[in-house]
């Protein structure tokens, strides 16, 4: 999901993804954050990148029977996300997003909402908080914006919070990733308002945070 984390592979069905800059995001106070965005196709590539690029269906070498899911919630807007975890054939690791009608589990993994893998053993991740946004087109120029990602397990990160102009509120952690709604946002790449995310030691001292917001106003590279 990082420029330097390792070589990886980007599967996209519903969306496309592109990628920020470590230097950036550190630039606005969280050291070497690495940030991934997801558009909707009509925004950006989308398609079956992948099976272009490879010649194979999306997330190629995705061992699926062995998925877990790490994350679930019914979104506002009518739909389960389910963010997925599974291993690959090299030894690496695919993370995707799966959309299914809400209040239902999905019957079997299916990285209909986009995924990355990396190829061969996973490397340390060098940023406390791995995070990924996705927006999902509503219709009438509404998208739905959901915030994904992983905290390092080495980081001293022991609980994650969302700040919203209301208040903190708790994130699950399960295997360290986590998946929250942020609501619905006028335009693609843009946010529902000011969000951040905060990871806190086990004494409750800050260890990292994340004002998404203002990391999507300073302009995150395009695909």
Same mark, same amino acid.
């Given at each position: 999901?990082?420029d330097?984390?390792m070589?990886?592979?980007r599967?996209?069905s519903?969306?496309?993804r592109?990628r920020?800059?470590?230097? #950036?995001?550190?630039?606005?106070g969280v ?6 965005v ?17 010649? /194979? ?8 029977? &062995?998925? %877990?899911?790490?994350?679930q919630?019914d979104? $506002?807007w009518? %739909?389960?996300?389910?963010?997925w975890?599974?291993?690959t054939? $090299?030894?690496?690791?695919?993370v995707?997003?799966?959309?299914s009608?809400?209040?239902?589990a999905?019957?079997?993994?299916q990285p209909?909402? /986009?995924?990355?893998? &990396? #190829?061969?053993?996973p490397l340390? &991740?060098?940023?406390? @908080?791995?995070?990924?946004l996705?927006? $999902?087109?509503?219709? &009438? /120029? +509404?998208?739905?914006?959901l915030?994904?990602? #992983?905290?390092?397990?080495? $980081?001293?990160i022991?609980r994650?919070?969302? %700040?919203?102009p209301? /208040?903190?509120?708790?994130l699950?952690l399960r295997?360290?990733y986590f998946?929250?709604? @942020?609501g ?6 843009? @946010? ?7 990871g806190?030691?086990a ?6 945070d994340?004002?998404?917001? +203002?990391f999507v106003a ?5 695909r």
């Amino acid at each position: 999901m990082h420029d330097y984390l390792m070589p990886e592979i980007r599967g996209q069905s519903h969306h496309a993804r592109r990628r920020s800059n470590a230097r #950036r995001a550190a630039a606005l106070g969280v050291a070497l954050a690495a940030v991934v965005v997801a558009v909707s196709p009509a925004f950006g590539l989308g398609g079956h990148l992948l099976a272009l690029l490879e010649g /194979g269906p999306l997330l190629p070498g995705a061992s699926l029977e &062995q998925a %877990r899911a790490v994350a679930q919630l019914d979104t $506002s807007w009518g %739909r389960r996300a389910s963010l997925w975890v599974a291993p690959t054939e $090299s030894g690496g690791r695919c993370v995707f997003l799966q959309w299914s009608v809400a209040g239902e589990a999905p019957l079997a993994p299916q990285p209909n909402g /986009g995924g990355e893998c &990396q #190829r061969g053993e996973p490397l340390p &991740q060098p940023a406390p @908080l791995q995070v990924s946004l996705d927006w $999902s087109p509503l219709g &009438q /120029g +509404r998208f739905g914006v959901l915030v994904s990602g #992983r905290v390092a397990p080495e $980081s001293g990160i022991a609980r994650l919070a969302l %700040r919203l102009p209301a /208040g903190e509120r708790p994130l699950a952690l399960r295997s360290s990733y986590f998946l929250a709604e @942020l609501g619905v946002a006028p335009s693609a790449s843009a @946010l529902p308002g000011p969000a951040t995310l905060v990871g806190y030691a086990a004494d409750g001292s800050r260890i990292a945070d994340l004002d998404l917001e +203002r990391f999507v106003a300073s302009g995150a590279p395009t695909r």
